[in-house]
């Protein structure tokens, strides 16, 4: 067996920080600039510390593929923790996202497009445009349609065959309004305005309903499948894409509860997607260039590396118990072979496979690789489990150990 490496050894395989700032689209930057001035720098995103708040999604793509200059000033969301005084000092309600734009703040997610379509001109069509507005009348209904089957306690058989009937007949809508041209997207030239305003539900949708439901998404839709791969072709939307595990988890306390229709394939699913496995091709399809798993997997060494001290002293298990499994973790990352943890050392690593969060702590892929190490390293131990996620809130993902650390 490989014995595992010393943080010294290991550090030797970390990858340079990418630039944040000019660099491709990323969940850790603080200011985006795309090769301009800082004083061109008209708006101040405010938007939720753990990448994962689909409304901040919107907004966030939405500068990203204008191309216009930003900070970024990141809060918490009250399932994760407490909201920063400084924050609701600003905005009483704490909600998010918010923009501040030329000096002046601005709420809810579609009057901050509507202002920045104002200030710097749309994305495509228009969003008040006849066109888009019926695009976003079908995004309300599609939302609806997975809100009414995911969220539902004690549906019976005949009222789950009923809320998937619906679901399904409104995503083929969706697939229908996508077919419009031989273009993937709503307009021939996307990805537009109104494609964005589909994205951060419809991929916590192919999440949801593969994990509680048993339902492929992108298998069943082939028109929503070519919509997400082209999706998936572009660094900017990849650089904003978080994994099934990291969603399915993070949605019971923000939707108040989801629910399973237990049926044996949503069961084999769930499982799968809780061991760090994924789905593949149903989770994401990035293309060939960017799938360098070895490039992946220092990236998530490296995204450690940078985390190990608050890491280790704030896991469970203490650091000195974690550390050489972790090490271990982290040596079956990079070798490719199995590095055995010292005994007694599963449900710590196993605890830490279940809490990366895809993009705040490193890109889908990477978190991928990662969580697969995890889970391997932890089964040449043997079964034991980390404490369970919550549903009610996810306080184990508590930020502020972390935020002293610049990221």
């Given at each position: 067996?490989?014995?595992?490496l010393?943080?010294?050894?290991?550090?030797?395989?970390?990858v340079p920080e990418?630039?944040?700032?000019?660099g491709p689209?990323?969940?850790q930057a603080?200011l985006?600039?795309?090769?301009?001035?800082?004083s061109?720098v008209?708006?101040t995103?405010y938007?939720?510390?753990?990448?994962?708040c689909p409304?901040c999604?919107k907004i966030?793509?939405?500068l990203?593929?204008?191309?216009?200059?930003?900070?970024?000033?990141?809060?918490?969301m009250?399932?994760y923790?407490?909201?920063?005084?400084?924050?609701l000092a600003?905005?009483?309600s704490?909600?998010?996202?918010?923009?501040e734009?030329?000096?002046e703040l601005?709420?809810?997610?579609d009057?901050i497009?509507?202002?920045?379509?104002?200030?710097?001109?749309?994305?495509?069509?228009p969003?008040?445009s006849?066109?888009?507005?019926e695009?976003?009348q079908?995004?309300?209904?599609?939302f609806?349609a997975w809100c009414?089957?995911?969220c539902s306690?004690?549906l019976?058989?005949r009222q789950?065959?009923?809320?998937r009937?619906?679901f399904?007949s409104?995503a083929?809508?969706?697939?229908?309004?996508?077919?419009?041209?031989?273009?993937?997207?709503?307009?021939?030239t996307g990805?537009?305005?109104?494609?964005l305003v589909?994205?951060?539900?419809?991929?916590?949708m192919?999440a949801?309903l593969?994990?509680y439901?048993g339902y492929?998404?992108?298998?069943?839709h082939p028109?929503?499948d070519r919509?997400?791969?082209?999706?998936?072709?572009?660094?900017?939307y990849?650089?904003?894409?978080s994994?099934?595990h990291?969603?399915v988890?993070?949605?019971?306390?923000q939707?108040?509860?989801?629910?399973?229709?237990?049926?044996p394939?949503?069961?084999?699913?769930?499982e799968?997607?809780?061991?760090?496995v994924?789905l593949?091709?149903d989770?994401?399809?990035?293309?060939?260039?960017?799938?360098?798993?070895a490039?992946m997997r220092?990236i998530?060494?490296?995204?450690?590396?940078k985390h190990?001290?608050?890491?280790?002293a704030?896991h469970?298990?203490g650091?000195?118990?974690?550390?050489q499994?972790i090490?271990a973790?982290l040596?079956?990352?990079?070798?490719?072979?199995?590095c055995l943890?010292?005994p007694?050392?599963a449900?710590?690593l196993?605890?830490?496979?279940?809490?990366?969060?895809?993009?705040?702590d490193m890109?889908?892929?990477?978190a991928?690789?990662?969580?697969q190490?995890?889970?391997?390293?932890?089964?040449?131990?043997g079964?034991?489990?980390?404490a369970?996620?919550p549903?009610n809130?996810?306080?184990?993902q508590d930020?502020?150990?972390?935020?002293?650390l610049p990221?």
């Amino acid at each position: 067996m490989t014995q595992a490496l010393s943080w010294e050894q290991l550090a030797e395989h970390a990858v340079p920080e990418l630039d944040r700032v000019n660099g491709p689209a990323n969940a850790q930057a603080n200011l985006r600039l795309f090769g301009q001035p800082e004083s061109a720098v008209r708006v101040t995103l405010y938007r939720d510390l753990h990448a994962w708040c689909p409304y901040c999604q919107k907004i966030w793509l939405w500068l990203e593929f204008k191309r216009i200059p930003y900070r970024i000033r990141k809060v918490t969301m009250r399932c994760y923790g407490a909201k920063e005084p400084w924050y609701l000092a600003q905005v009483p309600s704490g909600m998010l996202p918010a923009v501040e734009l030329d000096g002046e703040l601005i709420t809810e997610s579609d009057v901050i497009l509507l202002a920045l379509e104002r200030r710097f001109g749309p994305l495509g069509m228009p969003l008040e445009s006849a066109p888009a507005m019926e695009h976003r009348q079908l995004e309300r209904l599609l939302f609806r349609a997975w809100c009414l089957w995911l969220c539902s306690p004690g549906l019976n058989r005949r009222q789950q065959g009923q809320a998937r009937e619906q679901f399904r007949s409104i995503a083929q809508r969706f697939e229908r309004a996508l077919s419009q041209s031989d273009s993937p997207w709503l307009e021939p030239t996307g990805p537009s305005g109104v494609d964005l305003v589909f994205v951060p539900y419809v991929e916590r949708m192919n999440a949801s309903l593969a994990y509680y439901k048993g339902y492929r998404l992108r298998q069943e839709h082939p028109a929503i499948d070519r919509w997400f791969r082209a999706l998936e072709a572009l660094e900017t939307y990849r650089g904003t894409q978080s994994d099934f595990h990291t969603h399915v988890h993070d949605l019971p306390p923000q939707m108040g509860g989801c629910w399973s229709d237990d049926t044996p394939m949503a069961t084999s699913l769930a499982e799968q997607i809780d061991l760090g496995v994924g789905l593949l091709d149903d989770e994401a399809h990035w293309p060939e260039s960017a799938r360098d798993d070895a490039l992946m997997r220092r990236i998530a060494l490296s995204r450690v590396l940078k985390h190990r001290i608050k890491l280790l002293a704030n896991h469970p298990s203490g650091a000195s118990e974690i550390d050489q499994p972790i090490r271990a973790a982290l040596t079956t990352l990079i070798t490719q072979h199995i590095c055995l943890p010292s005994p007694g050392s599963a449900a710590g690593l196993r605890y830490l496979r279940d809490r990366i969060s895809s993009p705040r702590d490193m890109p889908l892929m990477a978190a991928r690789v990662f969580r697969q190490a995890l889970e391997a390293t932890a089964h040449a131990d043997g079964p034991a489990q980390g404490a369970p996620i919550p549903v009610n809130h996810r306080f184990d993902q508590d930020p502020r150990p972390f935020q002293s650390l610049p990221t």
